[in-house]
């Protein structure tokens, strides 16, 4: 049981160069969605997902494009990476939206810089 | 006024102090309360939640919510340096309502 897994660890790009961050999960959690960290701004939503075929913005999402096709992969595009852009973002999955009792699973966080 | 408020520190204390971990909120109708943990390099990890209002202790640590004030805590008795982390609060109304986060608090833990 893999949990929620992220691809790359690492990535460095260059202003206007376009990538996907890919994460996937295992244990056929219906909610997921994309945060970005940033120093002092603590986790914000870019987009979340409430099952194969459903997408929806969340709190940041400029820039980002995101699909659902299946219930297991959810990636994260963007679309032409700009400075401030850079950041470290997790993917999460949770059985539902809210809370009530079940827990969110983060990835380990893909660390981007856009120089 | 945003949501859920949280001090972002560093926190820096002795080993074996207690350690008090705070975030204040707007909005009342929450009633889930939950405590994330995040290590270094790391994604959050749920360390503890508590539905409305009361204490609840898990070994070191013990949460705390005062719905008449909008204010929780979490206590870390007998603090360790690998208790060093940065504490997310994050809150929620029900199973379909978005978790919101506080920005967290860095915390060290000195030997």
């Known amino acids: 049981n893999a949990g929620v897994t992220q691809t790359p660890k690492f990535q460095v790009l260059k202003t206007g160069q376009s990538m996907t961050l890919q994460c996937a999960q295992d244990m056929n959690h219906e909610y997921m969605s994309w945060y970005r960290q940033d120093p002092g701004m603590g986790l914000r939503l870019i987009h979340y997902?409430?099952?194969?075929?459903?997408?929806d913005q969340g709190e940041v999402p400029n820039g980002y494009n995101v699909s659902r096709s299946t219930t297991e992969d959810f990636p994260l595009r963007l679309l032409s990476a700009a400075p401030s852009q850079t950041s470290v973002y997790f993917c999460?999955?949770?059985?539902?939206?809210?809370?009530?009792?079940?827990?969110?699973?983060f990835g380990e966080g893909s660390w981007l810089t856009v120089v | 006024q945003k949501e859920v408020e949280q001090d972002p520190g560093p926190l820096s204390v002795p080993e074996g102090a207690i350690v008090s971990l705070n975030c204040t909120y707007s909005?009342?109708?929450?009633?889930?309360f939950m405590w994330y943990r995040q290590y270094s390099r790391k994604g959050p990890e749920l360390l503890m939640y508590?539905?409305?209002?009361g204490n609840k202790e898990d070994g070191r640590f013990t949460a705390q919510v005062d719905k008449s004030s909008k204010y929780i805590s979490l206590f870390i008795r007998d603090s360790q340096p690998s208790d060093s982390a940065t504490y997310l609060c994050a809150m929620s109304r029900n199973r379909d309502d978005k978790i919101i986060f506080g920005k967290g608090t860095r915390l060290h833990i000195l030997p």
């Open positions: 909005n009342s109708a929450f009633q889930y």
């Open positions: 999460a999955s949770s059985l539902t939206t809210g809370f009530s009792g079940n827990t969110i699973y």
């Open positions: 508590t539905y409305s209002s």
């Open positions: 997902s409430v099952g194969a075929g459903i997408t």
